[in-house]
């Protein structure tokens, strides 16, 4: 079985539709997706329909949670919070309770998938070295755990350190971002996960970013959100 997964589109429907492309003509079984389908970026609507119609399983990120009128924006970033007033603005009653709805984890006997970590999911901790991860393990009981939330795509495997082929002891594998990578990569990222060979592989995908951009200024978004997009930081 082949899963790709998405993460942290964050209302960027260039490099949602993009990376699509490439999934579609990839040979795998299904879709996943692991929150903050909205916030930052200018279609946040349009990311909604695209995740709904196609039937794309997704968890609830923060930004999803702020934009459905879940929790107040008090802990997000001036950038942050401008993303969520948009999105507010912007979406429509049904995307609104399309969010609303989404669980804060998926699980399958072998996997977990969830937006941020594994432990009190509802937190939103962000898992950013691997003593942040670590301390999550015994929190799951699954052999893997898919995150998303840093927007840094990485693997952290106690036994196997960063090696694709993950030990089936514990992982957890952060995918990247599709809308707003801060690796230092512009180009959106998926991860693809074979559950036969136990292995993950990260893909980059060159979008549209300039229209991506533009789209940001024109909405009265802050500058910034638009020109991290050129650089991926
Ligand atoms: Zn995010």
Known sequence: MKTAIISDIHSNLEAL????????????????????IVGYGANPDECVDVIRERKIPAVMGNHDKAAAGLIETDDFSQMAKAGIAWSKKSLKGESLAFLKALPLIMETPDILYVHSSPDNPGDFRYLIYPSDAFVSYDSFSQKVCFVGHTHRPVIFDPLSGESAVLTREKSIVNVGSVGQPRDGDWRACFALFD?????????????DNE?????????????????RLLVGV
């Open 17 to 36: 539709t993009a990376v699509l492309s490439v999934i579609d003509a990839l040979p795998h079984d299904e879709i996943v997706c692991l929150g903050d």
């Open 195 to 207: 559950s036969e060979r136990w292995s993950v592989e990260f893909f980059r995908v060159e979008y």
């Open 211 to 227: 229209t991506a951009r533009r789209k940001i200024l024109e909405a009265g978004l802050p500058q910034r959100l638009g020109d």
